[in-house]
């Protein structure tokens, strides 16, 4: 079975604060994928990375980063010198290789005040 | 690449009432999966359908409740049928392409009344 854990329900920070969010994964699968999805108000899931397992290095994209340590099983997302549209529910979700569906998780709700 | 569209993008039904959802993507695809997100919550599957098949249904989604139709391989319907408040919801289409490609609708919002 497959689980998927982001412990932040709600994160509320400054803008230009830099915000980490945390996802932790459970499979017995050794080949996986992980996902970061965005969904703002508007409802839409925004793809944001998709890491497999087999690839450990961390990711920088402009302002977002990522972080994939398959010890800890962690997939964490960081967002550096927030903005306010990056208000949003983010989704860690979980792909193990033979399985076509996505296992999400709860979602973090981010909050940035200007 | 896939695009996805969704036809309603919202509804607003009363209760013992059914509604259809389309999906339709610009490609052939050859499985789309329906999930559904209640308010505040998670993304939870509801089934697979594949294209010349029975969809499969997961764990607490039952086939007389949410039929699903695949006529071909561009094309999708969920039902939701005899609709209660607690089917208010997101629903979103979504395929999969490749081993590892994830492509979302843009949801259809439920409000029953």
């Known amino acids: 079975a497959q689980k998927v854990t982001q412990a932040q329900t709600e994160i509320s920070v400054v803008e230009k604060e830099d915000v980490t969010l945390d996802c932790v994964y459970e499979?017995?699968?050794?080949?996986?994928?992980l996902f970061w999805y965005k969904q703002p108000p508007s409802g839409e899931l925004v793809f944001l990375i998709r890491?497999?397992?087999?690839?450990?290095q961390n990711e920088i994209s402009g302002r977002y980063s990522w972080n994939f340590q398959k010890s800890t099983s962690s997939f964490n997302f960081t967002i550096t010198a927030s903005q306010v549209v990056d208000s949003a529910v983010y989704f860690c979700?979980?792909?193990?290789?033979?399985?076509?569906?996505?296992?999400f998780g709860s979602g973090t709700r981010l909050q940035v005040q200007p | 690449s896939a695009v996805i569209s969704q036809k309603p993008s919202r509804d607003i039904c009363q209760r013992g009432t059914s509604l259809t959802i389309q999906c339709q993507v610009d490609s052939q695809v050859t499985m789309m999966f329906w999930y559904r997100q209640q308010p505040g919550q998670s993304l939870t599957l509801i089934a697979t359908a594949n294209q010349g098949s029975e969809a499969t249904y997961e764990s607490g989604f039952v086939i007389d409740k949410f039929p699903i139709s695949r006529p071909n391989l561009t094309f999708s319907t969920l039902t939701v049928s005899n609709m209660s408040p607690e089917d208010s919801s997101i629903y979103l289409c979504?395929?999969?392409?490749?081993?590892?490609?994830?492509?979302f609708g843009p949801g259809t919002r439920l409000t029953v009344t």
């Open positions: 890491r497999n397992s087999f690839d450990e």
């Open positions: 979700a979980l792909k193990p290789t033979g399985r076509r569906a996505l296992t």
């Open positions: 499979t017995r699968d050794t080949t996986y994928y």
């Open positions: 979504s395929v999969a392409s490749g081993n590892y490609e994830q492509y």
